[in-house]
């Protein structure tokens, strides 16, 4: 006789998991805004939005990364027991 196995999926993420991830993406972007600024005033300001532009396309999937590797760890599946 087959018997069919229930699980309960649950997800324990909180904010403060994420909290610091966050803060250093939007270091990142600060950092790269105020390279972006100081090379403006160059002879060649196409270069400033060039490099904004490249560190936050570079940037981008290791935050995408970062947030799926901490949600995939704090997701739980159990067997739900029936009697």
Not at 67 to 80: A, W
Request: hydrophobic fraction near 55%; aromatic fraction near 12%; charged fraction near 10%.
């Amino acid at each position: 006789m087959a018997t069919s196995n229930s699980y309960e999926l649950s997800c324990n993420l909180k904010f403060g998991d994420i909290y610091f991830q966050i803060l250093a993406w939007m270091a990142v972007i600060f950092v790269s805004l105020a390279a972006g600024l100081g090379l403006m005033g160059s002879s060649r300001p196409i270069f400033a939005l060039v490099g904004v532009g490249l560190i936050l396309v570079l940037s981008l999937p290791f935050l995408l990364f970062a947030f799926v590797t901490t949600l995939l760890n704090h997701i739980e599946i159990k067997p739900i027991q029936t009697d």
